[in-house]
């Protein structure tokens, strides 16, 4: 299996043409974890520049983060923004404290289960997970 669907790396590029439909709904001016090579914003955040502690508020986040052990502190993070959009494009995980924490039931939240598989990266197959996005509104 591709190297992008394993434990090996926590980097998930964003298929282009998905990530230009939701941009043009929401006109992101931050991409707050991503490398030089798949930013999607002029603004945007690699791991040196460490989004985590960098201000998100009053922007329109595009969001999609580590997929590792660390995705809770992503999520916290977009649910605490204030004056701003965070849109998370993450794996429908629904069964993980962060889900529930952060995510599920919140009135500032909408969520918008994908139909189907992504290809991230450029892949030649599809994730081996459902997706979603989280629209977190303050």
Same mark, same amino acid.
Request: hydrophobic share 30%; proline share 6%; charged share 30%.
């Given at each position: 299996?591709? #190297?992008h669907? =394993?434990?090996?790396?926590?980097e998930?590029?964003?298929?282009q /043409?998905? *990530?230009?439909?939701?941009?043009?709904?929401?006109?992101?001016?931050? @991409? &707050?974890?991503?490398?030089?090579?798949?930013a999607?914003c002029?603004?945007? *955040?690699?791991? !040196?520049? @460490?989004?985590?502690?960098?201000?998100? @508020?009053? !922007?329109?986040?595009?969001?999609? &983060?580590?997929y590792?052990?660390? #995705?809770?502190?992503?999520?916290?993070?977009? =649910? !605490?923004?204030?004056?701003?959009?965070?849109?998370?494009?993450i794996?429908?995980?629904? /069964?993980?404290?962060y889900?529930? @924490?952060y995510? *599920? +039931?919140? +009135?500032?939240v909408?969520?918008?289960f994908?139909?189907g598989r992504?290809k991230?990266?450029?892949?030649?197959?599809?994730?081996?997970? &459902? =997706?979603?996005?989280?629209i977190i509104?303050s």
């Open positions: 299996m591709n #190297i669907f =394993s434990s090996k790396t926590n998930w590029s964003t298929p /043409d998905f *990530y230009d439909e939701l941009n043009k709904e929401f006109n992101f001016t931050l @991409d &707050p974890c991503c490398t030089k090579k798949t999607k002029d603004k945007f *955040y690699t791991e !040196e520049e @460490d989004g985590l502690t960098q201000s998100w @508020d009053g !922007e329109v986040v595009f969001m999609n &983060p580590p590792g052990r660390v #995705i809770g502190q992503w999520i916290k993070k977009a =649910s !605490e923004i204030k004056n701003g959009i965070v849109v998370c494009l794996p429908s995980r629904t /069964d993980t404290r889900f529930h @924490d995510l *599920y +039931k919140k +009135k500032n909408k969520l918008r994908l139909k992504l991230f990266g450029g892949a030649k197959n599809a994730a081996p997970f &459902p =997706s979603l996005l989280a509104k």
